[in-house]
């Protein structure tokens, strides 16, 4: 039987396994939201400076939410 899992505030806590498991949901998550953008990553009338910036507020934001909590 495996732990208990809550979520709060999108973060995964589990009673006996510590982060690991939120750490690797989260990881699911960004690599989620980086594939959805995948005809941006292709596109060549975007540029990288754009592209950096689509990155950063849509990507990474998915990743660090809550890390600090």
Do not use: C
């Amino acid at each position: 039987m495996s732990p208990p899992l809550i979520t709060y505030l999108e973060s995964v806590i589990a009673v006996d396994v510590g982060t690991e498991r939120d750490v690797l949901l989260r990881i699911g998550k960004a690599r989620t939201a980086f594939l959805r953008l995948r005809p941006v990553w292709r596109s060549k009338e975007i540029s990288l400076t754009t592209k950096l910036r689509i990155f950063n507020t849509n990507v990474k934001t998915v990743l660090m939410y809550g890390a600090e909590t």
